[in-house]
């Protein structure tokens, strides 16, 4: 059994992610079912095999499942979606927290072994955005915590996230890194881009995916107002959703920074194509709220198209692009980032797609990382 708030075709890496390891389970001959949410405007979709049941919840303005509000929509049903199952032998959670408790109570009551898959630390998250109540911080690290110890396995994404979790709940057998990848099927060079810059004349960037705090996505504003000066052509195209959207639009509108076009969220069919026309994809983590650990998907999504990467910002993110050579890793300032978007355009130390492609396929497929999450689930029936 999984439970999730989001699940393909939600337009969200944790969909996918979980997407990925319900097709694992079932390679290796598991019997899936998903509790899941109904994603409005999806129609009916034919689901592979497992048994997937939606639920209506409460959705954010930008229709995300997002908020406590909405997390709590998709809870309190689930308590009972679970109590009733006629079968279950494990049960598989996805953040947040609040849903961990549920499924962590559902499983205790079922006497089931539970996995947690910690993508990142959302308590963390939590203590970086301003005006959060201590005691709502405080529960919510309780919650978090308490889900991890209890859990047969925890499944993390990167050794960064791994050792943040040692460090606040200590070392388990059952925390295990499985790694993070992107689906190589669908992002891909092969086939044809947007169309966005025919003639060379028009270069674009592309920022796909989640605006919030931790992100830092305005430091991309900042650079391109300066990057315009020189490169008065380049254009930044954000195909995103989340708390910083709309802060950010109203920073270019009130400033009259031209070249940035804010669209709306697309499917990563889509995203694929403008990624394959793109001069790089970007990427960022803020400095100094414990995030640097993090390894976003979005840099996954523009390599497996065989297109680079600049990334703004210390950490993880920052070393593995340095390291393999993936694209630009700069410090997160817009003077840093201005100089790496421009060499970007100018062409100077692009590495192959054809090296880009490759290692993708060797350290970052999404097939490989969740057969290995599949793996950690069944062993916890043993």
């Known amino acids: 059994m999984v439970a999730t708030r989001v699940y393909a075709p939600e337009p969200v890496a944790a ?22 949410t109904a994603v409005p405007g999806a129609g009916r979709r034919r689901e592979a095999g497992a048994t997937v049941s939606r639920f209506p919840v409460k959705r954010d303005k930008q229709g995300q499942v997002r908020g406590y509000a909405s997390y709590l ?22 953040p947040p927290p609040t849903t961990g408790m549920v499924g962590m109570v ?27 109540p201590q005691v709502v911080r405080t529960l919510v690290r309780w919650a978090e915590t308490t889900v991890w110890k209890r ?11 791994q050792h943040r979790l040692e460090g606040l709940a200590g070392r388990r057998p059952g925390f295990v890194m499985v ?23 028009r270069p674009y960037f592309v920022y796909a995916g989640t605006v919030s705090e931790w992100q830092g996505a305005e430091v991309f504003v900042d650079a391109f107002d300066r990057l315009r000066q020189t490169h008065p052509q380049a254009r930044l195209l954000f195909f995103s ?56 998907t979005k840099v996954y999504a523009a390599t497996a198209c065989g297109t680079p990467v600049i990334h703004a910002g210390k950490g993880a993110a920052h070393d593995r692009i340095r390291d ?17 978007l421009s060499e970007a355009l100018d062409g100077g130390r692009r590495p192959s797609a054809q090296h880009l492609r490759a290692w993708t396929l060797e350290n970052a497929s999404l097939r490989s990382c969740a057969d290995r999450a599949a793996r950690e689930v069944l062993d916890s029936l043993r």
């Open 15 to 36: 969909a996918f992610r979980q997407e990925a390891l319900v097709q694992a389970l079932q390679r290796a001959g598991a019997e899936v079912a998903v509790l899941t």
């Open 73 to 94: 929509s998709f809870d309190i049903p689930l308590a009972l979606r679970l109590l009733l199952r006629r079968r279950m032998d494990a049960l598989v959670l996805e």
């Open 106 to 132: 559902a499983a205790l009551i079922r006497r089931v072994p539970y996995t947690f898959y910690a993508a990142d630390v959302w308590s963390d998250a939590t203590d970086s955005v301003d005006g959060v």
């Open 151 to 161: 859990a047969a396995r925890v499944l993390t994404i990167s050794p960064g996230v």
């Open 179 to 201: 790694g993070n990848g992107i689906d190589t099927d669908t992002f891909t060079p092969d086939g044809a881009d947007a169309g966005e810059d025919p003639d060379g004349s």
């Open 241 to 296: 959703e989340g708390t910083g959207r709309d802060r950010l639009e109203s920073t270019v509108r009130d400033q009259g920074i031209g070249g940035i076009e804010f669209r709306d969220k697309i499917p990563p069919v889509e995203v694929a194509r403008y990624l394959r026309g793109a001069v790089a994809g970007l990427s960022s983590i803020t400095p100094g709220q414990g995030y640097e650990f993090a390894l976003p």
């Open 324 to 340: 393999n050579d993936l694209g630009w890793a700069c410090d997160y300032s817009a003077d840093s980032l201005t100089a790496a």
